[in-house]
Nanobody, 120 residues
Framework: QVQLVESGGGLVQPGGSLRLSCAAS????????MGWFRQAPGKQRELVAS???????NYEASVKGRFTISRDNAKKTVYLQMNSLKPEDTAVYYC??????????????WGQGTQVTVSS
């Protein structure tokens, strides 16, 4: 079982920045693809950004150029730097850890979520 603990959410004005952090409890953190998802009220949870163990990243179209995902394998932590925030970025943000083992068994773990509110 992997515990994921998020931090860094809060209230910010439009155009502002926040950095989310997610610390993992696993000793094989580097094997996991890490992702940030978000869920706004009345909407489905969506992938915001992901980073694979070797470093390749993927972003949802609306956050490209504004958000940056990164990871520090030594600290077992993944980050989401969010710049130029917009009201539509308001959501609960969840950290996810995913890997598939050699038997094709999927492991998926979720953090508890952190609220991000963009409002003037």
């Amino acid at each position: 079982q992997v515990q994921l603990v998020e931090s860094g959410g809060g209230l910010v004005q439009p155009g502002g920045s926040l950095r989310l952090s997610c610390a993992a409890s696993t000793n094989i953190f580097s094997l996991y693809t890490m992702g940030w998802f978000r869920q706004a009220p009345g909407k489905q949870r969506e992938l915001v950004a992901s980073i694979r163990s070797g470093g390749p990243t993927n972003y949802e179209a609306s956050v490209k150029g504004r958000f940056t995902i990164s990871r520090d394998n030594a600290k077992k932590t993944v980050y989401l730097q969010m710049n130029s925030l917009k009201p539509e970025d308001t959501a609960v943000y969840y950290c996810n850890a995913h890997r598939t083992d050699l038997m094709n068994f999927d492991y998926d773990y979720w953090g508890q979520g952190t609220q991000v509110t963009v409002s003037s």
